[in-house]
């Protein structure tokens, strides 16, 4: 079947940085999206991993392993409005993305 | 800018009525529309694809007769929820993609709450 995991909760502080890792068994494989979700609100788009490597998206960075079904989206100087919920998305053979529950990160002063 | 825009944002109608959703693509013509579904604290679940001039394809338990989707032209689709009851409440979400390998880009979402 396919699935993602990711953490349900994450907690970090204002400046810092933190890595939300997301690991992903789809059927096929034709690239990763990374989404940000505030509360209430529709999804964003961040960023799109198709090969293995960073990518880097001025606070924001991306990195994909394709042979270990592993992401990870990277958040540098964290700032309040950063408080929301990550979707990891990997897109299978059929170009449908896979949706999971995301991970809530809380950000604290 | 936003390239998706969704109408209405907010509806709170009663039980039995219809509720029509508009979602348009701004900035180009899209290929593929998608509606989802989005209960509290919970993910992101597809309901149906759309694409001009065809039949949209729905997901296994979306009632095709209770929820209509019409894509008519390259730039808009609508999602009628028909005779809607309570348990229709909840967020829902176009996205529109120009591309297979490209990022969806979502509408800002409609609240819907059935009294």
């Known amino acids: 079947g396919q699935n993602i995991d990711q953490p349900t909760e994450m907690t970090a502080t204002e400046g810092a940085i933190v890595q939300i890792n997301c690991t992903y068994q789809?059927?096929?494989?034709?690239?990763l999206f990374w989404y940000q979700q505030h509360a209430g609100e529709a999804p964003t788009f961040l960023s799109y991993?198709?090969l293995d490597g960073l990518e880097e998206k001025g606070r924001f960075s991306s990195f994909l392993s394709r042979s270990k079904g592993y992401s990870y989206l990277l958040l540098k100087e964290l700032q309040m409005k950063d408080s929301a919920s990550y979707l990891c998305a990997p897109m299978d053979s059929n170009y449908q993305l896979i949706w999971g529950a995301g991970t809530k990160l809380i950000i604290k002063p | 800018g936003a390239v998706v825009s969704q109408h209405p944002s907010w509806v709170i109608c009663k039980s039995g009525t219809s509720v029509k959703i508009e979602c348009r693509s701004l900035?180009?013509?899209?290929?593929?529309m998608f509606w989802y579904r989005q209960f509290p604290k919970q993910s992101l679940m597809l309901m149906a694809t759309s694409n001009e001039g065809s039949k949209a394809t729905y997901e296994q338990g979306v009632e095709k007769d209770k929820f209509l989707i019409n894509h008519a032209s390259l730039t808009l689709s609508t999602l009628t929820v028909t005779s809607a009851h309570p348990e229709d409440s909840s967020f829902y979400i176009c996205?529109?993609?120009?591309?297979?390998?490209?990022?969806?880009?979502f509408g800002d979402g409609t609240r819907l709450s059935i009294l």
């Open positions: 996205s529109v993609r120009y591309r297979e390998n490209q990022p969806q880009h």
């Open positions: 991993n198709v």
């Open positions: 900035d180009f013509q899209a290929t593929t």
């Open positions: 789809t059927s096929g494989f034709n690239g």
